[in-house]
């Protein structure tokens, strides 16, 4: 009972701050009207046509003071001045402001909004109208979206906004990048992320951009439109349109934020007298007497002789925060636009902390009517700073597991090791103490440099060659003192040094073709050619017991040993041929045919060109006779596409027989590396089913996608036959399919005088299957060889993130165990307040032929909401995610209930006679003799994951017009906003969203960076 209770307070706990945010709602939106006598103005307002228009917004500027149109289209308004300007709004229809000038009447007729099906948007090498699409593309302006709510990176902008497109945070530390996934997981030994295409470059990197630089963001998710990319588009791919120099005068704009950070929920800790008598329970089960006196037990109470471990790790508040400023002004000719952006983040454990430059040069000009060219420089400077360890060696579950009543130092001022059950616990304190000293140094650069030079050969027909060049650096070094987390578990101290330099250029010619054939007929093509080339060189060195820790990775051969781990120098070369022809039929029938040829030099001579191409199709119904004059639809269109693209699964030289070189000490150690000559691509083939519906002007848009895809020849470790004188090797096996459907839904609901709603929500649901291994002993294998893979399997016809362990059905009670009827295994050893484990082949023996699957992390639901509102010069964004239908591992739980700790739910724990029906175990010398939690996974400790999350609340202010207009500004704009407001879960855990981040192991709590709530105040102006 007190376990229950406890979970329903700690239950309770986690959405305590879900009425404040109730509250703050009703209290912004609550209305305050008033009125006062002025000069009426009457009027009306129709359309083009002249059709009476109903609730336009009639706004007086730079007051409140405002209406809306009656169902006659006509107005009533007393304004304050007869020299007033009056501003005439409504969804769909070009915004008026028309100068009152002693005028009594005031008729408008206001024009229809270039439709959102004829915008442009960004596809593969070229742009196409957004009403002849007909593959399954999503898009969002940005910087409309980072208007409502700040962002420091560009992955903030897309999250729970795009449905298909799944990004988690994978840790609340600082600086941390979160992980991106679409459609699902498409291989088992590739990365898995999109491409990332920066104005028509593939290869960038979404951290290396402002959020405020970016104009547009589309998602290509099906194949009918990433095959274009060839052997790179398999995991879809996210393409970045960056804001334009314009002309004119030059404008600044500035937008900067602080931030103060607190733990979003902070781990609770069990009172130092309840653990005192809780370690002597512990001792008697052990060794029959008492651990600690009375007299002891008091002193502990009254704050003596005891150290608050967590709380001398998660700080109460950290405060970071961030500024961009960018220039833009140029003429006819040329234009150019500058930007740069600081951000500087700390974190609540610790010392950490990660610092952050961005920076772009951005030019165009014009030479001539007909050739045009353009530059564009970026890139990006991190420094990051402190440990930020997780899984079996996670800062939070040591905080968690180190006893109170041992203190952080003794009486000559080293580190307390070990813990008072002598299972050599490090001490949580060691991780500050080597920040501390600050002998690490982590520093990444990227820099892209890029050019093209268009030319329009004939009207319609273009001419465009694209060049960059990128170089990239990543270097650490580390400094592991003998009291640190290392030198702990090594006995000595440690230093690495590692360098990692890439260098890649890339080329794209394009010739571009657009043409309105005749008012039935449209057609936009594109061909072109890539070739891109590679280097990289990587080194990385270590060393043990090092003369001087001051020095440390400084000068790693004065230490006792030094190995030289990696020295690695790679090159590739690429080129691909692509074409693309998109036709329109009357407005009614769409086809977009596509080929990509990619020949790498990743893959041997057999292998090393491949083919990928698409089709797709579509109908747009509301063209036809039937349904054209039905008002309330503004759009319905079906789409179908199917298409081939690729994953470049392959590290360089895999297909050739290679030898690995260890260096250490003065001597060389050769390891054969076998090569893999028949190795070719990864391959996705994807159907996509869709349907895009608008209706009532644009206030409401749905959208719909089904998609199967099956990925073949993906690469997996399989067994090799046994004249190769090896036991397993690389071979295109094993397949994987993801089948789901995504739901998108625009909804305004309302849209009156000075107050405005709109609404967006995404719903996605995939699932990930094996369907095949290849040539294994059985029917599962495991992901790999890593700390926490062990509580994994791949199964064929199971879904990817099955959690595979023991069976639990509770703790052996004393009646049960007295029990001759009740079968008990004869090994290992059971006793009263052991698990109690089920035998699942009937063998009497608890081991790994009982092994089952007990869970499964990957979620089978994802949504997102935002939520936009304005009233009068205030508006307020409400945005929340969720994720549903998953497990999560427990393993902080299932290590701290392993031993002698603090944690809270010990106090529930089996003891005889007292609490029989526990379903933690109790202490004693057979408390569980089969698993560890540190191999072996159990199902007492799976949860369910599912949690709703209010992932921010921004509320901003923009100033009036006429005010700024007296102090020399464009635009101003305050906000305040609160992001991680607050988690609505059952899972006893940290936050569950960091447990998925891992595509290949969802739903494992590693005991990770716990996240952050982070309060921020911040500032836009344009001057």
Request: glycine share 8%; hydrophobic share 35%.
């Amino acid at each position: 009972m007190k376990l229950l209770k406890s979970k329903i307070l700690r239950d309770a706990s986690r959405i305590k701050s879900l009425p404040i945010c109730i509250f703050m709602f009703f209290f912004l939106f609550t209305p305050f009207v008033y009125s006062q006598s002025r000069k009426q103005i009457t009027g009306s307002v129709q359309d083009v046509q002249g059709n009476p228009l109903i609730g336009v917004s009639i706004l007086e500027t730079g007051t409140s003071n405002g209406t809306i149109t009656d169902m006659n289209g006509t107005y009533s308004l007393n304004i304050s001045s007869t020299n007033a300007t009056l501003r005439f709004s409504y969804i769909g229809y070009e915004e008026q402001l028309i100068k009152i000038q002693g005028r009594n009447v005031i008729n408008v007729k206001m024009n229809e909004e270039t439709s959102n099906l004829d915008e442009v948007v960004v596809v593969g090498y070229g742009v196409q109208r957004k009403s002849d699409l007909t593959g399954a593309i999503s898009s969002i302006n940005a910087a409309e979206t980072l208007k409502k709510m700040p962002a420091a990176q560009v992955a903030d902008l897309l999250q729970g906004r795009i449905a298909g497109l799944s990004i988690v945070n994978s840790s609340g530390a600082a600086g941390a990048a979160p992980t991106l996934r679409v459609r699902g997981v498409n291989s088992i030994k590739a990365d898995g992320g999109p491409l990332v295409v920066i104005d028509g470059f593939p290869g960038g990197n979404l951290s290396a951009i402002n959020p405020a630089d970016i104009k547009s963001i589309e998602v290509l998710k099906d194949a009918s439109s990433t095959a274009i990319y060839g052997s790179r588009g398999a995991n879809g791919v996210i393409l970045i349109t960056t804001k334009s120099p314009k002309e004119g005068k030059l404008s600044v704009d500035y937008n900067g934020y602080v931030v103060a950070g607190t733990p979003a929920d902070k781990p609770s800790i069990m009172p130092v007298n309840e653990f005192a008598r809780m370690a002597n329970d512990w001792n008697q089960a052990y060794y029959g007497k008492d651990l600690y006196t009375e007299r002891q037990i008091t002193n502990f109470t009254n704050g003596y002789d005891t150290y608050d471990y967590m709380g001398n790790i998660i700080n109460d508040y950290a405060i970071s925060h961030s500024h961009d400023i960018s220039i833009k002004g140029g003429n006819d000719k040329m234009s150019f636009l500058f930007s740069t952006q600081y951000i500087h983040n700390k974190g609540i454990a610790g010392h950490s902390t990660n610092d952050r430059w961005n920076y772009r040069l951005k030019v165009d000009a014009n030479i001539t009517k007909k050739l045009k060219f353009g530059a564009n420089f970026y890139g990006m400077i991190n420094s990051a700073a402190g440990n930020n360890f997780s899984g079996q060696y996670s800062l939070l579950t040591l905080a968690q597991q180190f006893p109170q009543t041992v203190l952080p130092y003794d009486k000559e001022g080293n580190l307390t090791q070990g813990t008072i059950d002598n299972t050599g616990i490090y001490n949580p304190i060691g991780f500050i103490d080597e920040q501390k000293r600050n002998n690490n140094e982590d520093m990444t650069f990227n820099n892209w440099l890029q050019a093209y030079i268009s030319y329009e050969i004939i009207p319609g027909l273009t001419f465009r060659n694209e060049q960059q060049i990128n170089i990239g650096n990543r270097f650490y070094g580390t400094t592991s003192s003998k009291q640190s987390m290392n030198g702990f578990l090594k006995g000595k101290s440690l230093a690495t040094y590692y360098d990692a330099n890439s260098w890649g250029w890339r080329m794209t010619n394009t010739l571009n073709y657009t043409k309105e054939l005749n008012k039935n007929n449209r057609i936009n093509a594109t061909i072109g050619v890539e070739e891109s080339l590679s280097r990289s060189y990587i080194m990385r060195q270590t060393a043990e017991g090092l003369t001087s820790e001051s020095i440390g990775w400084k000068n790693m051969m004065l230490a006792e040993t030094s190995k030289l781990e990696d020295n690695e120098v790679s090159k590739t070369t690429a080129i691909s041929y692509f074409g693309r022809i998109n036709y329109v039929l009357m407005n009614r029938y769409m086809a977009t045919v596509t080929f990509r040829r990619d020949g790498s030099s990743l893959l041997s001579y057999d292998h090393r060109w491949d083919n990928f191409p698409s089709f797709s199709l579509a109908w747009n119904l509301k063209e036809e006779s039937f349904l054209k004059n039905i008002n309330s639809l503004d759009q319905l269109k079906l789409r179908y596409g199917y298409g081939v693209s690729g994953n470049q699964a392959v590290a360089a030289y895999s297909a050739y027989t290679q030898y690995d070189a260890t260096i250490g000490n003065g001597q060389i150690a050769y390891t054969l590396v076998p090569g893999n000559p028949i190795l070719k691509w990864e391959k996705t083939h994807q159907h996509n089913y869709g349907v895009d519906a608008a209706f009532l002007n644009g206030r409401i848009s749905f959208t719909f996608d089904y998609y199967d895809k099956k990925t073949k020849d993906a690469i997996n470790t399989v067994v090799l036959p046994a004249d190769t004188g090896l036991s397993s090797g690389l071979r295109n096996a094993a397949e994987i399919s993801n089948k789901g459907f995504e739901i998108t839904l625009g909804i305004t609901p309302i849209t009156a005088k000075d107050f405005y709603w709109k609404a967006d929500i995404s719903l996605a649901h995939n699932k990930a299957k094996i369907e095949k291994l290849g040539d294994i002993d059985s029917d599962f294998m495991e992901i790999g060889t890593g700390w926490g893979n062990s509580f994994y399997r791949y199964f064929v016809g199971e879904p990817i993130g099955a959690i595979y362990g023991l069976q639990s059905t509770g703790v052996w009670s004393t009646e049960e165990y007295n029990n001759p009827d009740i079968k008990k295994p004869t090994s290992p050893t059971v006793r009263p307040g052991s698990y109690k484990y089920v035998d699942q082949n009937d063998s009497g023996t608890i081991d790994a032929d009982d092994y089952v699957i007990i869970g499964n992390g990957q979620p089978k639901f994802n949504w997102g909401m935002n939520n936009s509102f304005t009233y009068k010069n205030f508006d307020l964004n409400i945005f929340l995610i969720g994720f549903h239908g998953f497990d999560i591992y427990n393993y902080p739980r299932a290590r701290l209930t392993s031993s002698l700790s603090p944690f809270p739910e010990l106090a529930e724990r089996w003891i005889a006679g007292k609490n029989e029906n526990a379903i933690i175990a109790g202490f004693g010398k057979d408390r569980d003799a089969i698993t560890s939690p540190e191999t072996v996974a159990s199902s007492t400790f799976i949860e369910k994951g599912d949690f709703v999350k209010l992932k921010s609340i921004t509320l901003g202010y923009n100033f009036s017009k006429g005010l700024l207009s007296k102090i020399n500004l464009s635009a101003a704009r305050v906000y305040f906003s609160i992001k991680n407001v607050c988690t609505i879960t059952k899972y006893s855990g940290n936050d569950p969203e960091l447990s998925i981040s891992n595509p290949l192991r969802p739903g494992l709590d590693m005991g990770t960076y716990p996240s952050q709530r982070e309060y921020l105040l911040g500032l836009n102006v344009s001057f």
